[in-house]
Structure formats: structure tokens, C-alpha cells
């Protein structure tokens, strides 16, 4: 699987886990990352991505 395709992956499903009442270190399991920052990473990566489309509008 391609890097991109994993976080894209990781990324929806972390969203998907915290917020039906889960945590980052559920989504960190399911992920299989050892350290949590790598999880948070996913979530700051899609809030940024979300900025640059909603600004110029």
C-alpha cells in the first residue's frame, strides 16, 4: 500500500474512531504506530489540507 493511500486510510478512519467517543490512542492501535504524535500528525495534516480549500472561497 502506498504511503498516501495509508494515511488517507489512517486519517479517516482516526476522524471515524474519535467521533463516535474514541480516542487518539484507539486510532493509534488500529494505525499501528508506536508513538502517539505520529497519529496527531494525520489530523493536523487534515485540518491544514481543509484550510487551503476553504480560504479562497
Known amino acids: ?8 486510510f489512517i486519517t479517516k478512519t482516526a476522524r471515524a474512531v474519535v467521533s463516535v467517543g ?3 490512542r484507539d486510532a493509534q492501535a ?8 505520529t497519529t496527531q500528525r ?3 495534516a487534515d485540518d491544514q489540507a481543509r484550510r487551503k480549500v476553504v480560504q479562497p472561497i
Open 42 to 44: 494525520c489530523f493536523v
Open 22 to 24: 474514541g480516542s487518539v
Open 1 to 8: 500500500m502506498s504511503y498516501s493511500a495509508r494515511r488517507t
Open 30 to 37: 488500529m494505525a499501528g504506530h508506536k508513538n502517539p504524535e
